[in-house]
């Protein structure tokens, strides 16, 4: 065995400390040792977007990314949007516009919309889908999912 | 898949880098985004006893303009390359073309010096880099040499980095000239791209290039002599400078696309790129 290596970042802003080995995925750590679910194993090689999670605020596939890589950083994953007083202003856009079918891609693309408004707040249509494209729908639900991130924009 | 365990290297200083590089020689790979690295080692595809994170190096991400040179960093991600004034307003066909790179994931972790070193037959910015006549600089513990972007990668994921080196950063001309990158992508992937570079001192030969379709961008040389000789001119000679250029490549089918569609995408990204930079001196004059 490789020596575990110490880490320590924010996730959905708890600080946390842990001891990982060097090929550990953060989408492992994740879900195996953070029960964070709502981070999507599906293609595994950066194409369809399920597996998104913010790390300092950039969307990163998780899947194809270090845990070791994630130390000083902040994580934020779909469990880490909204609080107490309710859900993300992303979140209800998805909600009103019925942006979500299955809702397996929902985490994934609701964190690449909050990764384009906090560098673009108001991103044309076109910005949008070149932002979104890299996220996959099987439901083929993209209509309303642009939508719903329009709804956003002021 | 997960990678096969390694040993993990997180030094803080470049000479720290080359030493940990040098001592582990045998076995041992620069590590970036890992947008490319770490699939290859999660499909076993790749395997390394040692990993060298070069993330945490300063300075190795830093973009700047000197004079009539601009130095992009190895580690300089493609969101960065894309969003950065001094790219945008001295070299919009790179902040252009790295803003298009795959998805927003890949572009906010996988970097310029990856994307090299790595050598991807597919890969878009080697293409476009060899046209501009860049330079790679690289180091290890013999000391650092440079290379030509054009002459750095020989075959499919082969370039001439020695095992031990490191991409510091890659160092673009500044000159009057005039530069267009054209592609056909598939999915998220470039089944042909071309980049035309036409210098505004007439004396200075024009540059094409074309990549994503054999096993590492070409320079075309009867395209590039017949541009010389009839700048501005886009007729059915050029047509056939360029498929003397292409004829001879070693293009495969691909899940992609077939060889032949490809040979024919090749012969139009190139076109494209060559009358793309007519239309762009016409809107300047």
Redesign the interface.
């Known amino acids: 065995m490789t020596p575990a290596h110490k880490i320590a970042l924010t996730l959905n802003g708890d600080q946390v400390e842990a001891s990982v080995a060097a090929h550990t995925l953060l989408i492992d750590f994740l879900r195996d040792s953070h029960a964070l679910n709502g981070v999507k194993r599906s293609c595994d090689m950066q194409v369809c977007g399920a597996c998104t999670v913010l790390v300092d605020g950039r969307p990163m596939s998780s899947c194809t990314m270090l845990a070791v890589d994630a130390d000083g950083a902040s994580v934020a994953t779909i469990e880490g949007l909204g609080g107490p007083e309710g859900l993300d202003p992303v979140q209800e856009a998805f909600l009103e516009h019925g942006a979500l079918q299955c809702g397996f891609c929902t985490p994934g693309f609701i964190l690449a919309t909050k990764a384009l408004l906090a560098t673009n707040p108001s991103p044309s249509r076109e910005e949008i889908e070149h932002h979104l494209s890299g996220n996959i729908c099987r439901c083929t639900g993209y209509q309303k999912i642009i939508e719903a991130v329009e709804s956003l924009v002021h | 898949?997960?990678?096969?365990?390694?040993?993990?290297h997180?030094p803080t200083s470049l000479d720290n880098a080359v030493a940990l590089m040098a001592r582990h020689v045998d076995d041992v790979s620069p590590y970036a985004g890992?947008?490319e690295l770490?699939?290859a080692?999660?499909m076993h595809f790749a395997d390394y006893e040692h990993?060298v994170?070069l993330?945490r190096i300063p300075d190795l991400c830093a973009i700047a303009r000197n004079g009539d040179t601009l130095s992009i960093g190895a580690l300089a991600t493609h969101?960065a390359i894309a969003t950065d004034a001094v790219i945008q307003e001295a070299l919009p066909a790179l902040a252009g073309l790295c803003g298009?790179i795959?998805?927003?994931?890949?572009r906010?972790?996988g970097t310029i010096g990856g994307n090299l070193c790595f050598a991807e037959p597919r890969a878009d910015p080697p293409v476009l880099l060899s046209a501009l006549d860049a330079e790679l600089c690289l180091i290890s513990v013999r000391g650092e040499r440079r290379v030509a972007a054009g002459r750095f990668i020989t075959g499919t994921l082969e370039t001439t980095r020695a095992p031990d080196e490191i991409l510091l950063r890659i160092e673009v001309p500044l000159k009057a000239r005039t530069v267009r990158y054209e592609r056909v992508v598939h999915?998220?992937r470039t089944v042909a791209g071309a980049a035309a570079v036409i210098e505004h001192d007439a004396s200075a030969a024009p540059r094409i290039w074309l990549g994503c379709v054999a096993t590492h961008p070409v320079a075309l040389p009867n395209a590039e002599t017949y541009v010389a000789a009839n700048p501005g001119v886009l007729d059915n000679a050029l047509t056939q400078a360029i498929a003397s250029d292409i004829a001879p490549l070693n293009i495969a089918d691909d899940e992609d696309a077939g060889a032949d569609y490809r040979r024919h995408l090749a012969e139009t990204v190139t076109i494209r790129a060559i009358a793309g930079t007519v239309q762009q001196e016409v809107r300047a004059s």
Request: proline share 7%; glycine share 6%; aromatic share 6%.
């Open positions: 898949m997960l990678p096969r365990p390694f040993t993990y997180r890992g947008t770490l699939l080692m999660k990993l994170d993330k969101a298009s795959a998805n927003a994931r890949v906010a972790a999915g998220h």
